[in-house]
């Protein structure tokens, strides 16, 4: 049995936890997400000690069962602290000429292509640029964050050699050595 999920989930304070059947409402004061549960999994809302808990428990002994109740956990746990603090990933621009500008909703961003990418994320989604080679993503999903940060990412990796290219605020990249003469 998983240890993550064995105990329940205590509802953090300025946070209401909804549960009518397999659906999974959370409201805060950023924002309000909601999930359904896997259909094997069981939710219970209730009051414990004078506090909100949920409790996640596998509705049989199968293997699948017993793998998805903590996720379940998990991803209403993350729900949770997304409406009340919600998510951020920063990323930076190396390279000469590399750089971003705010463009409506979204970002223009200068990668050494021929054309300038441009790039408007879902909603939900916010992008700031602080300087030129920095953006800031943040919002109350963690999934679409990550997912946004990770597609910014992708249209220039940083390559090994000079470490040009997007990259996460203190990601470390494994430098290889140049062509010898």
């Known amino acids: 049995m ?11 304070n300025g946070v209401t936890v909804e ?28 009051e414990e000690d004078g506090q909100k808990v949920v409790s996640f428990k596998p509705r049989s002994n199968s293997i ?20 009340t603090d919600g998510y951020k990933k920063v990323l930076e621009l190396h390279g ?18 021929s054309h300038d990418v441009i790039y408007n994320p879902p909603e939900g989604v916010k992008l700031e640029v602080e300087n030129q080679t920095k953006i800031t993503v943040s ?19 940083p390559e090994p050699y000079k470490g040009k290219g997007v990259r996460y605020e203190g990601e470390y990249i494994l430098r290889k050595e140049g062509k010898k003469k």
């Open 2 to 12: 998983s240890r993550i999920a064995k105990h329940p989930m205590i509802v953090p």
């Open 19 to 46: 549960v009518s059947g397999q659906d999974i409402k959370v409201s805060g004061k950023l924002g309000n997400l909601a999930l359904r549960a896997h259909d094997d999994v069981s939710v219970e809302a209730r």
């Open 64 to 83: 699948q069962a017993r793998k998805l109740y903590p996720t379940m956990k998990r991803l209403t746990e993350s729900m949770c602290i997304g409406v």
């Open 96 to 113: 000469v000429g590399y750089r971003a500008q705010p463009q409506g909703q979204g970002i223009k961003l200068a990668l050494g292509f």
């Open 139 to 157: 919002g109350i999903d963690k999934q679409k964050v990550g997912q946004v940060a990770a597609e910014i990412r992708k249209f220039r990796p």
